[in-house]
């Protein structure tokens, strides 16, 4: 699965939740667009983690953490005993760690209240974007 601008560019990249060697990789959403990705940039570099995190609701936000984490851990092997990623967002359990990581799932389909303030700031329309579907077996 993957998410592309409607002109084609790809901008988002989904993770599997292990790495090759079995390590845990709690970031499923990877922002790749180099214009989105200097856009947010910007954005935390002027406090835009702190804003976030302050005006997003703390009950709708926890929801959040617990529905990205529910959805990576769908995807970790049947069986696996191994060391599992762990908390929400980007890795965190609480609170806002990294907007790139909001915004990806966001624009990925997510309803994460952090992608959506951070869209708004940036005057992204997730409607611009497609999620593709992965069609191998």
């Not at 499923?28 to 180099?34: E, G, I, K, T």
């Not at 806002?96 to 997510?110: D, E, N, P, R, T």
């Not at 708004?120 to 974007?129: P, S």
Request: charged residues 30%; contains cysteine; negative net charge.
């Amino acid at each position: 699965m993957s998410v592309r601008r409607r002109d084609g560019a790809l901008a988002v990249i989904v993770n599997a939740p292990l790495l090759d060697d079995g390590r845990p990789m709690p970031t499923r959403y990877w922002l790749v667009d180099p214009k989105v990705r200097e856009a947010v940039s910007r954005l935390e570099a002027s406090g835009g983690v702190r804003r976030a995190e302050a005006q997003a609701d703390p009950t709708e936000l926890s929801a959040a953490h617990e529905r990205y984490a529910a959805e990576r851990d769908t995807e970790v092997p049947r069986g696996y005993e191994g060391p599992r990623p762990t908390g929400g967002v980007g890795g965190t359990r609480k609170g806002v760690k990294c907007l790139h990581a909001h915004i990806a799932w966001f624009l990925a389909g997510g309803d994460d209240p952090v992608g959506r303030w951070a869209a708004q700031q940036l005057g992204i329309d997730r409607g611009d974007y497609v999620l593709e579907h992965d069609d191998a077996p």
